[in-house]
């Protein structure tokens, strides 16, 4: 079954995601769709790193940016 989830368009004019990076604006996506797929609730580095198909020093480390980011 596929889920979906809401995105506002309001990200469109929002600064903290126009200031991002082409790569960590898809990370945060895939991030999203990863939260939406686990009932809200991001998985481990471990598994985010498999499915971004990143290393799991990558996916911290992105992880950790966004969070930075206020995302």
Do not use: H
């Amino acid at each position: 079954m596929s889920r979906w989830f809401r995105y506002y368009d309001e990200a469109l004019d929002d600064p903290k995601v126009q200031r991002l990076s082409g790569d960590l604006f898809k990370t945060w996506i895939n991030l999203l769709c990863l939260a939406s797929k686990s009932g809200g609730k991001l998985p481990s580095n471990d598994d985010i790193a498999f499915r971004l198909r990143i290393s799991v020093q990558g996916a911290q480390l992105r992880t950790e940016d966004l969070i930075m980011a206020g995302l």
